[in-house]
């Protein structure tokens, strides 16, 4: 081993790599997660903040101006509201993917950083509407604790459901 091996060895050690690698312009071993684009720009964006705010302190959350205006709307009333600490930056992380990152308040490392979600896409831009039986079936069997945001199916109005809607849409949109 050379010298120079050496040194890298030394100087790359797992805590230095953590210290040299940013996220929005925060160091990866202060983040607790951060969130890509497709699930921030839904509505149900607050809903994932407070699970996570549940999981952890959080000492602020750094959000992209590039997110959706209407989402950064719902982003400032909703964090306002509930005393939460943020800030917007022109910053988004290319390599991950993030838009939006969460700062511990300890230092944390963990390998996956990313905020996942088993939600299915279509739920995500509706929550707080009503659903149909089957989609409310459906996501509450998934979720839920998220399922308890919509509206439960009505006897009388069983057509209604935005997620029907939209899924059949799209498909059409897809076929055209
Ligand atoms: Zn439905």
Known sequence: MTDVDKYLLEKLSSDNICKTKKIMGVFIDELYCYITKEI???KSITYFIEKILEEEPIEK???SESVDDDIQTLLVNYLTKNKVK???TDDYDEETGAYMVFVAKSGIQRKEMEYKTDIPYKY???IGNSLCKNC???IEKINADYAK???KPSLFK???CIVCKDTKENKEDFYL
Request: hydrophobic residues 50%; charged residues 35%; proline residues 0%.
């Open 136 to 138: 409310y079936k459906e």
């Open 149 to 151: 945001r919509f509206k």
């Open 124 to 126: 995500l831009d509706h």
């Open 61 to 63: 959350i750094i959000i």
């Open 40 to 42: 921030i720009n839904t």
């Open 158 to 160: 069983a057509k209604e």
């Open 86 to 88: 943020f800030l917007f």
